[in-house]
T-cell receptor, first 113, second 115 residues
Framework: DQQVKQNSPSLSVQEGRISILNCDYT??????FLWYKKYPAEGPTFLIS?????DKNEDGRFTVFLNKSAKHLSLHIVPSQPGDSAVYFC????????????FGTGTRLTIIP | DSGVTQTPKHLITATGQRVTLRCSPR?????VYWYQQSLDQGLQFLIQ???????AKGNILERFSAQQFPDLHSELNLSSLELGDSALYFC??????????????FGPGTRLTVT
């Protein structure tokens, strides 16, 4: 039962353009969402998060949007840079019950120079 | 560098064997989490320890066990290994007990190959 889904395994974007990575979730108890970035041979690193009381959170070139009614979130990177090439994982957590991060399967983003 | 160390980096072993993966958390962190990432899968939460005590359990098989020692390092023991146990195993640490309130810092992972 995949409660967090990233339906695009890969995405290629031209340098300077906007990258949009999508994530869907099914568990309505999730109320905190995170994006992690992973380079090869390294562990995931935290990128940005959003609480369910907000619908947008911005940090520099990275913005996360949350649509609770659609159970959908997206990560926008603008402008995209070659160093953004990595695997991006969406994760969700709940303040109710068994707190644990539930991860999506990841999207491999390639920025084309 | 997250400050979380994992050893070994790679491990190749045969079916039926037992292995131990080791994790040292960031200095000052009290929580250790273990995750398994199989091919084309997301990270699956296995188990969490906080200050030496088991705090949360995910889909961890009975063949797997873990512990956290007084110096806060943790070991994940995998026994009666099967081909399907081949995966990347990540350890993460955080300061507090709650995954909800405290950022997790991940180690580089141990790649286990069972042949």
């Amino acid at each position: 039962d995949q409660q967090v889904k990233q339906n695009s395994p890969s995405l290629s974007v031209q340098e300077g353009r906007i990258s949009i990575l999508n994530c869907d979730y099914t568990n309505s108890m999730f109320d905190y969402f995170l994006w992690y970035k992973k380079y090869p041979a390294e562990g995931p690193t935290f990128l940005i998060s959003i609480s369910s009381i907000k619908d947008k959170n911005e940090d520099g070139r990275f913005t996360v949007f949350l649509n609770k009614s659609a159970k959908h979130l997206s990560l926008h990177i603008v402008p995209s840079q070659p160093g953004d090439s990595a695997v991006y994982f969406c994760a969700a957590d709940s303040n109710f019950g068994n707190e644990k991060l539930t991860f999506g399967t990841g999207t491999r983003l390639t920025i084309i120079p | 560098d997250s400050g979380v160390t994992q050893t070994p980096k790679h491990l190749i072993t045969a079916t039926g064997q037992r292995v131990t993966l080791r994790c040292s958390p960031r200095s000052g962190d009290l929580s250790v989490y273990w995750y398994q990432q199989s091919l084309d899968q997301g990270l699956q939460f296995l188990i969490q320890y906080y200050n030496g005590e088991e705090r949360a359990k995910g889909n961890i098989l009975e063949r797997f066990s873990a512990q956290q020692f007084p110096d806060l390092h943790s070991e994940l023991n995998l026994s009666s290994l099967e081909l399907g146990d081949s995966a990347l195993y990540f350890c993460a640490s955080s300061y507090g007990p709650s995954s909800y309130s405290y950022e997790q810092y991940f180690g580089p992972g141990t790649r286990l190959t069972v042949t």
